[in-house]
């Protein structure tokens, strides 16, 4: 089992900067392909951005690319996602997700198994 536990949603203003950062615990961390997804008021949850198990490699969905930058620290098993020049349209519950191993089809949700709780980001315009 892995539990993952999400903090750094907010408020901010168009524009504006926000870090979400994702503790994971009972599980190797360093086995994890993390993921960060998001779902808006009445849309389907969409990929965002994931970093691999190995090698710190990283995607990103075309609408965060070069805005968003995933990262993590597998000393302090944590996973973070630095959100700059934040739209209204980055508004959402932003979720961690967890797979082991995962090296393929790491934009598609069901491919991890484990998940937050998932945290607030309110973009005002």
């Known amino acids: 089992q892995v539990q993952l536990v999400e903090s750094g949603g907010g408020l901010v203003q168009a524009g504006g900067s926000l870090r979400l950062s994702c503790a994971a615990s009972g599980r190797t961390f360093s086995t994890l392909t993390m993921g960060w997804f998001r779902q808006a008021p009445g849309k389907e949850r969409e990929f965002v951005a994931a970093?691999?198990?190995?090698?710190?490699?990283?995607y990103y969905a075309d609408s965060v690319k070069g805005r968003f930058t995933i990262s993590r620290d597998n000393a302090k098993n944590t996973v973070s996602l630095q959100m700059d020049s934040l739209k209204p349209e980055d508004t959402a519950v932003y979720y961690c997700?967890?797979?082991?191993?995962?090296?393929?089809?790491?934009?598609?949700?069901?491919?991890?198994?484990?998940w937050g709780q998932g945290t607030q980001v309110t973009v005002s315009s």
């Open positions: 997700a967890a797979a082991m191993y995962l090296t393929a089809d790491y934009r598609v949700s069901r491919q991890y198994r484990y």
């Open positions: 970093i691999l198990w190995y090698g710190n490699i990283a």
